[in-house]
């Protein structure tokens, strides 16, 4: 079974810090991989996603995520935090199913 | 390109009582997808629907909670005799096709029960 660990629920940086937020995965198959951003009260969306294809992934608002399977991780990067970073991200595993599989989440927060 | 739609994005309900939360996917998209958030927690998967069909409620729970994606319409998540453990925000998703597609997901409908 496909499985998402993120280690930290909680991060914070400093305005114009490097942000590293941690997602490693199960899987017996190669899986398609997903970040999301969740913002207080309001639903998800997509930062970027891994395919198969680069395993350097370029996402919205300056992420990027490399998928590294000796390691099984997939960790979201950002090279200098900014206060609209500040939110809930979520990473997320599919594997030949039609059903996203969640991680608990990491609480970015960002200090001025 | 209206997103996914759900409502209402608040519903507060009494023990007992039942919730009917709305999702209406995105232009022309016919997969949906629901999950739930429980306080503090990841998203759980509950249901994939295609119009008219069920194809995955692995993740629903046995009683009080159903699903369903008619042809005309949004989909409709039904919980009847709602607990204060249902209290929860539960999210829809739509993508244009099945397996590894995108879903785009709605804004949720945070249910309270009292």
């Known amino acids: 079974a496909q499985s998402v660990t993120q280690l930290g629920s909680h991060v914070s940086v400093s305005e114009g810090a490097l942000v590293l937020l941690r997602c490693n995965y199960s899987s017996s198959v190669p899986p398609y991989l997903f970040w999301y951003v969740q913002y207080p009260n309001q639903g998800l969306q997509l930062l970027l996603k891994y395919t198969s294809a680069a395993t350097l992934v370029k996402g919205i608002n300056g992420f990027e995520a490399e998928f590294k399977k000796s390691e099984t991780s997939f960790h979201l990067t950002k090279p200098s935090a900014h206060m609209s970073d500040a939110a809930e991200y979520f990473c997320a595993v599919s594997v030949n199913t039609d059903k996203l599989i969640f991680g608990t989440g990491t609480r970015l927060q960002v200090f001025p | ?114």
């Open chain 2, 1 to 114: 390109n209206a997103g996914v739609m759900q409502n209402p994005r608040h519903l507060v309900r009494r023990r007992g009582q039942e919730a009917r939360l709305r999702c209406s996917p995105m232009k022309g998209h016919s997969h949906v997808y629901w999950y739930r958030q429980l306080p503090e927690e990841g998203l759980k998967f509950m249901v994939y629907l295609q119009k008219e069909n069920i194809i995955d409620e692995s993740g629903m729970p046995k009683e009080r909670f159903s699903a369903e994606f008619p042809k005309e319409g949004p989909s409709i998540l039904r919980i009847q005799q709602v607990v204060r453990g249902d209290s929860a925000a539960y999210f829809c998703a739509s993508s244009l096709r099945r397996g590894t597609d995108t879903q785009y997901f709605g804004p949720g409908t945070r249910l309270t029960v009292l």
